[in-house]
């Protein structure tokens, strides 16, 4: 057998470099290109909102990322300095408008402390039932549309239709669809409607199969994996070092979750669930733990219409809500992390300074360090499994 | 609260929790005298600690304190809010603030402190917060980065909204704002430009709508009733 010889270059080449390299066994010589900047956003379907990522392209590959945000900044730390109490929880209902509900549950819990006031049974209970209907709507929307990023388009209308039902049943208690305004101080607005114990038990179990519907269609399916496995990993250190919480840490395998880890404001304690974690971190992850939190957050729904104490809905209440001075600091797990005020009170009837912690501004400020050195369709992945809201971010 | 409680009810900490009392603990013997003052909110730890002690005081948490994530860093401004326009029209809308100059839990020296929240992933209702006071006239700390990378954002918006410089931050520049905006929107002094322009309607904006005369008759009533 004879070797080869080596393959003759041509002489007339108008490409001769090219032709060279090829020829050359160091194939992988990078060619020579100049950095690209390119504005992603802020106008784009991943970023829910208005969020501008400047990114910095050698080829393909992100070499840096700076994430511009405070394009809706509203300034609501300022604002709820000339508000009273029950203003304020019409103002933070817009923090994360996906789950509206569930950002007033922590403030209401903060005023409550520093009042003394504790809510009735049967309100905590719708409390935490109302909380976990907006985390199932939230996530509904999750998983549909993060098939939508990695160009899947049927499971987004499953997601929105059956996000659909849910917000349906948060309108019949509440009588908004997005910003309930449901809580107050000592309990919440009404008692639930006729018929909607049964609505709910009806829409859990559809909620239930249509999280088996995306179980089928998305996650099983080859090509959402090659899009998402072992793309964006954060290490659990590294995340919590930046404050990442929610289902995005326990994605990277921490077993963290404020409903068993934190302070008791909400009845979880009486439930039967349990915390989903996944060991990779990836964008993979992220979905498959949300997926296993909306099942959970169906079956807890569900053992909360069962269980739901009767009784009043209000505790007594003064008429002027005036807060006696003191310090609280109240958190819970909102669907998208964790959401915490630390409200500090002088005795008026507002507070004197509301520091509002919310969940996706954390969650993003790792995104310079989770870019770097991934390809450009895989930062659309990455933004769209870390899943947060731009009101979230900007407050 | 007991009966023979003190009668300042302000300065009365609530019991600090069986976690709390373990982190002060092990921060008290990470940080010596560092630490200023130490008190409770509601079960909840809260240190202020010396300006000196600010890095040391993260590396402990993190370290000994096992507090592994940052929740955030912000500022507060003890300033008395300054009185609106419409202070005197009996508007219970509009909240008014007191005039004088009090300090909250564990205290402060001076108008500006900066305070961060701390808690442990690895262990259950962990966590603690952490005071310093910081100059009025030249607000400045080290920055908390190289601890936690978290840091970053809220330094910076810190730095945008009360104007404390973190020394070592790798790039203080504005977070929300335009880069050109003047000013530090949070601090107490600086007014809220909407209800400069046009106060705070409150109640005397809405319109009379037909029977709201019968109805106040009805309220007055029952005010008078209770």
């Known amino acids: 057998m004879t070797t080869t010889p080596p393959r003759e270059l041509p002489e007339f080449d108008v490409d001769s470099t090219i032709y060279k390299h090829l020829a050359d066994s160091q194939m992988n010589v990078e060619l020579d290109t100049g950095d690209m900047i390119l504005n992603i956003g802020p106008q784009h379907p991943a970023t829910h909102g208005t969020l501008r990522l400047v990114v910095r392209l050698d080829g393909e590959r992100v070499i840096a990322a700076d994430p511009i945000i405070g394009y809706m900044h509203r300034g609501y730390e300022k604002l709820t300095e000339f508000r009273t109490y029950p203003q304020i929880t019409t103002l933070i209902n817009r923090i994360d408008w996906l789950s509206s509900f569930a950002n007033e549950v922590p403030f209401i819990a903060g005023a409550e402390l520093l009042m003394g006031i504790e809510a009735p049974p049967r309100a905590l209970w719708i409390r935490t039932a109302l909380t976990e209907l907006s985390r199932i709507a939230t996530f509904l929307l999750f998983l549909g549309e993060m098939g939508l990023q990695v160009g899947a388009i049927t499971p987004a209308f499953y997601g929105f239709r059956d996000r659909e039902y849910v917000l349906n049943l948060i309108e019949a208690s509440t009588g908004g669809r997005f910003h309930p305004n449901f809580n107050r101080i000592g309990g919440i607005k009404d008692d639930l409607p006729w018929g909607w114990i049964a609505d709910t038990r009806e829409c859990m179990a559809k909620v239930l199969e249509s999280c088996d ?70 964008s993979f992850a992220r979905y498959w733990v949300r997926l296993q939190e909306t099942r959970e957050s169906a079956r807890m729904v569900l053992q909360l219409i069962d269980g739901l104490p009767s009784g009043p809905i209000m505790a007594k209440v003064p008429r002027i809500i005036k807060v006696p001075a003191g310090e609280v600091w109240v958190n819970t797990e909102n669907p998208l992390g964790e959401m915490g005020y630390y409200i500090v009170s002088k005795g008026a009837t507002g507070p004197f300074r509301v520091k509002i912690r919310s969940a996706s501004f954390s969650n993003v400020s790792i995104l310079p360090w989770l870019l770097r050195g991934v390809y450009v369709p895989d930062v659309i992945t990455i933004l769209a499994s870390l899943y947060f809201i731009l009101g979230d971010i900007d407050r | 609260m007991s009966p023979d409680a003190p009668d300042v009810v302000e300065e009365q900490p609530p019991a600090l929790t069986e976690q709390a009392e373990e982190i002060l603990s092990r921060l008290r013997t990470a940080l010596g005298d560092g630490i200023v003052d130490d008190g409770g909110a509601y079960g909840g730890l809260i240190l202020r600690v010396r300006r000196d002690a600010w890095l040391p005081a993260a590396e402990a948490g993190k370290g000994a304190g096992e507090c592994d994530y940052l929740s955030f860093i912000s500022a507060i401004d003890w300033m008395p809010a300054p009185a609106l326009a419409d202070e005197g029209s009996g508007d219970t809308s509009n909240p008014v603030q007191p005039r004088e100059t009090t300090y909250g839990v564990t205290g402060s020296e001076g108008r500006f402190q900066v305070f961060a929240h701390l808690e442990s992933t690895q262990r259950q209702r962990w966590g603690v917060t952490l005071k310093v006071d910081v100059d009025e006239n030249d607000p400045r700390l080290p920055s908390w980065v190289g601890v936690y990378p978290g840091a970053d954002w809220h330094e910076r918006e810190t730095w945008e909204m009360y104007g404390v410089v973190f020394d070592g931050h790798p790039s203080l520049r504005h977070l929300y704002l335009p880069h050109e905006f003047e000013g530090n929107p949070l601090r107490k002094d600086y007014p809220l430009l909407a209800r400069e322009v046009k106060p705070w309607p409150g109640l005397v904006d809405v319109e009379p709508m037909l029977g709201d005369a019968a109805d106040a008759a009805a309220d007055a009533d029952e005010a008078s009733a209770e």
């Not at chain 1, 179980?215 to 990993?233: A, C, K």
Request: glycine fraction near 12%; proline fraction near 7%.
């Open chain 1, 213 to 282: 519907t995306f179980e089928d269609l998305v996650v099983g399916n080859p090509i959402f994996e090659q899009r998402t496995r072992s793309i964006g990993i954060i290490p659990a250190e590294l995340g919590a070092g930046y404050g990442v919480s929610g289902s995005n840490l326990r994605a990277s395998g921490v077993d963290w979750d404020l409903r068993r880890d934190g302070n008791p404001h909400l009845p979880y304690d009486q439930l039967d669930w349990k915390v989903w974690t996944h060991p990779d971190g990836d």
